[in-house]
């Protein structure tokens, strides 16, 4: 298993599930957030991992304005960095923030700029290990 702790998160990638997880350890700035997923990136692209388990839990959600960077500018920085890959984002949240993430995933992905950015699917759980589930290809 590789990892790479950050003053903020802890990425692993489990070779044995194909799975890099991104856990986000305590609140952060727009800065260490973007950070953070451009470390991600650089070790997924490393161990060539498309599919990610994000955990919230601990940050919270990312501002508006980060969020639609995930959803546009990552995502398709994503699909050209890792284009061979299957790639799929589960976010890991309590399920206070559930149905509120769910919303702005919704909202966002009607935007019709986004529609490159489907190549990437995004859900979200409330349960580790359903999120794993359908990391590994199982429709849920």
Do not use: C, N
């Not at 976010?91 to 559930?98: D, E, R, W």
């Not at 009607?110 to 359908?134: K, V």
């Amino acid at each position: 298993m590789q990892t790479l702790d950050l003053d903020y998160a802890r990425l692993a990638y489990r070779p044995d599930l194909h799975v890099l997880f991104l856990r986000w350890t305590r609140a952060v700035s727009s800065a260490e957030h973007r950070q953070g997923y451009e470390a991600a990136l650089a070790l997924a692209l490393e161990v060539g991992a498309g599919h990610w388990l994000i955990d919230l839990r601990t940050r919270g959600l990312a501002s508006t304005e980060d969020f639609r960077w995930i959803l546009v500018d990552f995502r398709l920085k994503l699909s050209t960095t890792l284009p061979a890959l299957d790639r799929r984002l589960a976010y890991f949240v309590t399920p206070h923030y559930a149905a509120l993430l769910q919303e702005r995933l919704e909202a966002f992905e009607a935007d019709s700029l986004l529609s490159s950015g489907a190549q990437t699917p995004i859900r979200t759980f409330t349960e580790e290990q359903f999120a794993q589930q359908w990391l590994a290809g199982g429709q849920l």
